[in-house]
């Protein structure tokens, strides 16, 4: 068992090891990286998971995990500002691997499946590749999170509340007739083993009475017992005060009510689904408590029995969960979450007959990822799952027949709870492989099997108690190698994995409230815990169903065949998952028609400045779907980069088929207005001014909009290309009545000053002053304009004036130092020519203006010498080779001492 456990978790790391230095992809850039809570967990609280919006806001999605978002914080804080993704992924790796653990051990511990079963279960869960979303990808720790916290809650209620006990003896004897003389033939090999015990199998022992009995063994013969029974003893000894002595009192009940109720809080700020926590734990325990079910009427009596047995842990439970399920949707404010049809078509579709159906093929799409995870995709929103449109579909023939077999093995288990392992099924733990006249068997070790052939009495009395008591509270201490499970073990497996199927899966399957996918494997994980518990009641029918010498070994080559094609394709997936180039190609190639799909390839592709790739996938995106989301936007941002790249005539060809795309499609005028813009900006970077103008002119009489800020754009491209009458053309469309008017009236005061205009110039300038007396540039002009004109004074007041906003103004600063050698003030002078120096090592006016200072003979301040040495040895360390200032360094050294020596004599 040991050694099972170790395989179990070294599996589970080892198939997702390929995803270890995996980048940040698909959710994890903007839940993650561009996340602004992560990195100071400012607004941890009053944010959505995504960072983006307050969880009141009308545009949030509601999702409000802030546990996750802390321990991506950590990740954050630990790994170097979020440089380094391997922190993160060790993490999720993990938390994998404990909950593999989790459901290897539980499955046997609490659930009471035999060892076997346990791990073929741990082992299927720990490779499954379905779970390769919620491991590979980091965002999916959410899921991680919430189940292992679920896990601990459903292993603190079952092992600190005893099961009800449900059934009457009348009702547990009432075995179907067809049992009858497996039953009779079972008790009449057990005769001569025990013939002073007398079992009654039909009905059901109670706990005291078999440790009476048990403790009912006189003082030799409990010394004749050996070492394994006694061990037995004390353990019976203590589940009895457990489950005996502490029930009236509650204790433990209400411990456990306050362990699951904290928990479940704890799963909820994990994620949403974490809601499930405390249904799970009364379902498991119903289920662990049921007997048999032979009819609807029997069946209601022993709910309503457990109801009234478990009246007050149930009534706390479910009010806190009701608290907690109120408080959840108050957080939300008084919005809905935002989604749209892209993300899933189906929760949006008008027809309510179209929903339903598509709803429920999409529940048989997700269970069928369990059983056969091909192909395996990040999204399958749009067009990725055809809607069920009509009610001939022959997908809903599927969907029957998912229901149908649900159905028929859930009628089946509960009609089969209470069978007791006979001979012809060799039971757990049962006295049909006991050592007999027609069987003789040796006794290995009293330890491994406990009823085969007890030498003594005492042990052969306590070896029949050991068993009615493992059928009366459903444990096998030790279950021995060759041994089959009962079908009252099947039955109840199946049971409690069903439940772990279908309950985590109801609240993300989008039946009572829409979601924001169509289809997620990461929703799987915890549903995927009953799928796995299946797995292993599906090899015992087999054995029943073909009772030959080859079914067992060939059903364990079947599930080592199954073991490693899962493996294989984890670790491919998980590889997949390590870059957004592996995870788009991998997605293109599953739906080749997924306009997402070829988005994510594109915006990579753009990010490798790749742009004939990105624009071929991005325009196959716009030919699916020729909407804002998926395609119009990622494509203008292509567009916006080519231009970027001075491409013009490439950006202006998708700004065109963007428009017309736009304008056919109905998009809205807002986004009409900016493709019409940035197509004449395109339009004007390559010399066709009237064109551009004419769009721009004709798109404002079309759709109403302001193009100040596009033509804004336009003029100061035109102004940087010098090409500067069609740059006022283009600002004599910009109304100064416009927010731009400030703006306008700056660029063209420059405009003119290039051309010669002064007066235009200083009128424009004042125009300007007038919506914005802080530009820097605006009082720099006015002082060029003015030394231009003869006037020294002005010009110094306007220089000083944009100094005093904007230091970085070299341009300013070298006419001012010149006015001051006009004045003689060298020292001042002197600190403004070092100080352009300084800004612009490559000003070579700067180097020549300090040197005409040193040679003039005057002498310079102390400090100001110091101060032209430092810029000196600043512009130096951008530009070191540079031999002008390395002379000019040597001129200022030898001035130094020069003047220095002076001084002393």
């Known amino acids: 068992w040991g050694a099972g456990l170790l395989c179990v978790g070294t599996l589970s790391v080892v198939v997702h090891l390929t995803s270890l230095y995996g980048e940040f992809v698909f959710d994890d850039v903007a839940a993650i990286r561009d996340n602004p809570v992560v990195p100071t967990l400012k607004g941890l609280w009053t944010k ?90 980091i965002v999916g720790r959410a899921e991680l999170l919430y189940t292992g916290v679920v896990f601990v809650a459903i292993g603190l209620f079952l092992w600190l509340v005893p099961p009800c006990e449900l059934a009457a003896p009348s009702d547990l004897a009432a075995l179907p007739a067809e049992h009858k003389e497996q039953q009779e033939k079972h008790q009449e090999q057990q005769q001569p083993q025990h013939q002073h015990q007398q079992p009654q199998q039909g009905k059901a022992l109670r706990l005291e009475e078999a440790l009476a009995q048990l403790q009912g063994l006189d003082l030799e013969e409990r010394d004749n017992t050996d070492a ?30 306050i362990a699951v109720q904290l928990l479940a809080l704890v799963s909820l700020l994990c994620k949403e689904q974490g809601i499930v926590c405390i249904p799970l734990c009364l379902a498991l325990d ?3 408590s049921l007997r048999g079910v032979r009819s609807v009427g029997g069946g209601w009596r022993q709910v309503t029995r457990f109801l009234w047995l478990r009246r007050w842990l149930v009534g706390s439970l479910v009010s806190g969960w009701s608290l907690m399920a109120w408080w959840r949707i108050r957080l939300n404010g008084d919005t809905p979450p935002h989604f749209d049809a892209l993300s899933n078509p189906t929760g949006f579709h008008p027809d309510w007959q179209v929903r339903w159906m598509s709803l429920h093929f999409h529940v048989l799409r997700s269970f069928w990822l369990l059983v056969f995870p091909h192909p395996l995709v990040c ?10 449109e009509h009610w001939a579909d022959w997908r809903l023939l599927a969907v029957a027949a998912m229901y149908a077999t649900t159905f028929y093995l859930l009628y089946w288990a509960l009609r089969h709870l209470d069978l007791q392992p006979t001979g012809s099924e060799g039971g757990v733990g049962s006295a049909s492989e006991a050592a007999s006249p027609g069987n003789p068997q040796p ?139 592996r995870l788009a190609l991998s997605t293109i190639q599953a739906y080749p028609d997924c306009p997402k799909a070829q988005v994510l390839y594109g915006y990579n592709q753009i990010g490798a400045k790749n742009y004939t790739n990105a624009e071929k996938a991005l325009r196959k995106a716009l030919g699916t779907y020729p909407h804002l989301a998926y395609g119009q936007g990622p494509l203008s941002f292509l567009a916006q980069k080519v231009f970027n790249e001075s491409d013009f005539k490439t950006a202006s060809k998708i700004y065109a088929d963007l428009l017309e795309a736009a304008q056919r499609s109905g998009s809205n005028n807002n986004f009409v207005a900016f493709l019409s813009g940035n197509l004449g900006l395109t339009m004007a970077a390559q010399g066709q001014i009237e064109e551009s103008v004419e769009l721009v002119q004709n798109a404002y009489h079309t759709v109403g909009q302001n193009f100040g800020e596009n033509l804004m754009s336009m ?53 300007h002053l007038l919506y914005d007396n802080q530009k820097p540039l605006a009082f720099a002009l006015l002082g060029h304009v003015a030394i231009q004109r003869g006037r020294t004074e ?25 006015i001051l050698v006009q004045r003689n003030e060298w020292n001042t002078a002197l600190s403004h020519f070092a100080a352009v120096l300084g800004l612009d090592p490559s000003n070579a006016p700067a180097v020549t203006n300090i040197r005409k200072s040193l040679a003039s003979g005057m002498r310079f301040d102390e400090m100001t010498l110091l101060e032209t040495r430092a810029y000196i040895l600043m512009a130096q360390q951008v530009r070191p080779t540079d031999p002008n200032l390395t002379e000019l360094l040597q001129e200022l050294d030898n001035f130094t001492r020069q003047q220095m020596t002076l001084r002393l004599h």
């Not at 099997?449 to 009366?472: H, I, Q």
């Not at 205009?757 to 009128?763: G, L, P, Q, S, Y």
């Not at 002005?794 to 010149?818: M, W």
């Open 228 to 257: 394994a029974d006694q061990q037995l003893l004390g353990r019976l000894r203590r589940t009895q005060r457990r489950q005996i002595g502490c029930a009236p009192c509650l204790l433990w009940p209400l411990l456990a009510g």
């Open 379 to 388: 999204d399958y929103s749009v067009a990725s799952v055809p809607l069920v």
């Open 443 to 581: 006794r290995a070790s009293p330890a491994k099997d406990r009823v085969k052939g007890p030498s003594t009495a005492a042990s052969k009395r306590a070896g029949g108690m050991e068993w009615r008591l493992r059928t009366l509270l459903w444990v096998e201490e030790k279950d021995t190698a060759g041994q089959e499970a009962s079908a009252a073990v099947a039955a109840r497996t199946t049971v409690l994995g069903f439940i772990l199927l279908v309950l985590p899966y109801l609240p993300a399957s989008g039946l009572a409230q829409v979601v924001g996918f169509t289809i997620a494997e990461r929703v799987l994980y915890l549903p995927s815990v009953g799928f796995c518990l299946l797995c292993p009641v599906l090899g015992w029918a087999l054995r029943r169903c073909f009772p030959t010498a080859c079914t067992r070994p060939r059903t364990l080559a079947a599930f080592v065949v199954v073991l490693a094609l899962f493996s294989v394709k984890s670790v491919v997936r998980s590889q997949d998952w390590s870059t957004f180039d």
């Open 48 to 137: 959505d998971f995504w960072g983006e919006h307050d969880m009141v806001s009308s545009e949030s999605h509601k999702s409000f995990r802030p546990l996750t978002t802390w321990t991506f914080h950590l990740n954050w804080v630990w790994g170097n500002g979020g440089k380094e993704t391997v922190g993160f992924h060790v993490v999720n790796l993990g938390l994998h691997a404990l909950i593999s653990l989790g459901v290897c051990w539980g499955s046997r511990s609490l659930l009471h499946m035999p060892s076997d079963w346990s791990l073929a279960a741990g082992l299927l869960f720990a490779v499954h590749p379905v779970h390769t979303e919620a491991v590979a990808n």
């Open 286 to 288: 119903g289920a662990r």
């Open 794 to 818: 002005e010009a110094e007041r306007a220089y000083k004036r944009a100094l005093q906003l904007d230091p970085r103004q070299h341009r300013a600063r070298n006419n001012l130092a010149a």
């Open 715 to 767: 003029a100061v491209m035109l102004f940087d290309k010098q090409k500067y009458h069609e740059a006022l053309q283009v600002l004599e469309l910009c109304n100064l009545t416009d927010r731009h008017a400030g703006e306008s009236a700056l660029l063209r005061g420059r405009v003119y000053f290039e051309l010669g205009d002064h007066e235009a110039t200083v009128h424009n300038i004042l125009q």
